[in-house]
């Protein structure tokens, strides 16, 4: 069964500051995966896919990476925003959707 | 706004109650899927219908009950819940399955209660 962890679980930084939120995944055949944000108590906004022959997206300040082959996947946010305080959540898509539990960001103004 | 909707957005029901879940998406999409989002645990992925075909139930329990009358709608019924059944439920919509450029859009959530 595909396992997805996240690491940190939490993450604090001042705002200004670049940083990288980690998601890994155990089973290489997926199809894409996918990076969401979550504001308390509301639903997920997707924020990036990266289909499996992709290397990397960007979006804005965001841009996340895939290596399949090592079953990783980094999302990087340039110059934090207090905004960009949420849960991220990484998701990969195979038979199902299987989804990590999410690393927490604060960004402190 | 994601295109996709749910209702109500807080729900408290006793145990013994009856109760619905709604789901509408205005994206053209084929699959639609019910998630359970409890706290300190990842999403679980409860139904998935595509082309209101249901095509994946995770051992769901039998007093959680799903409908897909058409691809826009669906709807999850409730009863004789417990309480460890609170959580946010999620509904989320996706345009093609078992391909690498399926993303999913997700709704606000139902946040429920049960007392």
């Known amino acids: 069964k595909q396992e997805v962890t996240q690491i940190p679980a939490a993450l604090s930084v001042p705002e200004g500051e670049n940083l990288v939120l980690n998601c890994s995944f155990t089973?290489?055949?997926?199809?894409?995966l996918q990076w969401f944000r979550q504001d308390p108590g509301k639903g997920l906004t997707s924020l990036l896919l990266?289909?499996?022959?992709?290397r990397e997206q960007t979006s804005g300040r965001l841009n996340a990476s895939l290596d399949k082959s090592s079953g990783r996947s980094t999302l990087y946010i340039a110059a934090s925003q207090p905004g960009d305080s949420a849960t991220y959540l990484c998701a990969v898509s195979g038979n199902q959707f299987y989804f990590g539990t999410g690393t927490s960001l604060t960004v402190i103004p | 706004e994601t295109g996709v909707t749910q209702t109500p957005r807080h729900l408290v029901m006793g145990m013994t109650n009856k109760k619905s879940l709604k789901c509408e998406q205005h994206l053209g999409h084929n699959a639609m899927y019910w998630y359970k989002q409890s706290a300190k645990k990842p999403l679980e992925l409860m139904f998935v219908?595509?082309?209101?075909?249901?095509?994946e139930n995770n051992s769901v329990p039998s007093r959680f009950s799903p409908e897909c009358p058409n691809s826009s709608h669906l709807f999850l019924h409730l009863h004789t819940l417990q309480p460890e059944d609170s959580a946010l439920y999620l509904c989320?919509?996706?345009?093609?399955?078992?391909?690498?450029?399926?993303?999913?859009?997700f709704g606000p959530g139902t946040r429920l209660t049960v007392l």
């Open positions: 990266i289909q499996s022959s992709q």
């Open positions: 219908y595509s082309l209101e075909e249901r095509v």
């Open positions: 989320a919509s996706s345009l093609t399955p078992g391909t690498t450029y399926n993303e999913q859009f």
């Open positions: 089973d290489s055949a997926i199809y894409n």
